[in-house]
């Protein structure tokens, strides 16, 4: 049978837990070359799109490059009807089908990955295993309530079980010592601030954070910051107290994935990124940073 991105990731993933980085990486490149072989579609061969074909339907290209596609995601607009719409662009165009290899939260902003290739290609298997094996690199940058973190610079890992609720609608997540899967965030303070009302109090203190999710749960660094009582401003779920007061200052949930960083399939690091989206960085405008931490 043909080889699979996700099986090949979970082999990666245990080579990067003992720190054998570069096993991981010639796995990955040996499993390429097999993959090439078995591509008898060739469905991963280099494809360009203008951006402005793109631009024309809302989307924004952030990396495109040798079976790796990057777009920008708006807040509000699910993982699944950007696809759908990448996929329908690509169909009146020509192109290759794409592949879905990681997601972003329905209310979470940023960087899109996907593979250019159909299910089972050999682009898709190859993106596949470095999200499955945690060789691709997520960054997200966010806003949560409470004290400081810490002061600029500061760094801090949190390691808390997660489970997770699916509903009709809407799954949730909670922190499970027993039944839990492993889930490793960690973050680096940026900047802290304070919210100042009319009257010249301070209504609110915030940290703005760099994260990582070094696993890939559901919800993971909303739950995991929420769990240290920092929650994110503007989330329905685990801030629903604050929420009401949040959005009248920043409409979204103040998450974003700013950055992702892979291998192309030339194995060049390529790294797609994008800026604050406007609502994030009007609701920025809003606070006073605080000096005294700085």
């Not at 808390?160 to 609720?165: E, Q």
């Not at 960083?261 to 406007?278: I, V």
Request: aromatic fraction near 6%.
């Amino acid at each position: 049978p043909e080889p699979s991105g996700m099986p090949l990731g979970s082999v990666i993933n245990t080579c990067r837990l003992v720190s054998a980085w570069v096993l991981a990486c010639n796995l990955l490149h040996e499993e390429l070359n097999r993959w090439q072989a078995l591509d008898r579609f060739q469905a991963s061969l280099p494809y360009e799109v203008s951006s402005d074909d793109f631009w024309k339907e809302g989307l924004t290209i952030l990396l495109q490059h040798q079976g790796v596609l990057a777009v920008l995601k708006a807040a509000g607009v699910s993982t699944e009807r950007i696809i759908e719409q990448v996929h329908d662009k690509f169909a009146l165009l020509g192109g290759p089908d794409v592949t879905t290899v990681s997601r972003l939260d329905l209310p979470t902003s940023g960087v899109l990955v996907m593979a250019l290739g159909s299910q089972g290609s050999t682009s898709a298997n190859y993106v596949l295993a470095q999200f499955a094996g945690r060789l691709a690199i997520k960054s997200y940058h966010c806003l949560c309530s409470g004290n400081a973190l810490g002061s600029i610079g500061s760094k801090a890992v949190r390691s808390a079980r997660l489970s997770t609720v699916t509903g009709h609608e809407s799954s949730r997540a909670f922190v499970s010592t027993v039944a839990g899967q492993e889930a490793c965030t960690s973050l680096l303070v940026k900047a802290c601030y304070d919210l100042t009302g009319l009257d010249g109090m301070t209504h609110g203190s915030f940290t703005f954070a760099e994260v990582r999710p070094i696993t890939g749960r559901t919800h993971q660094i909303r739950v995991h910051l929420a769990s240290l009582g920092r929650p994110l401003v503007s989330d329905a779920i685990y801030n629903s107290q604050a929420f009401a007061t949040n959005s009248r200052w920043c409409p979204q949930l103040f998450l974003q994935c700013s950055r992702v960083t892979l291998r192309d399939m030339d194995g060049e690091l390529r790294c797609a990124e994008a800026p604050l989206s406007p609502d994030l960085i009007r609701a920025l405008g809003m606070l006073r940073r605080n000096s005294v931490l700085a």
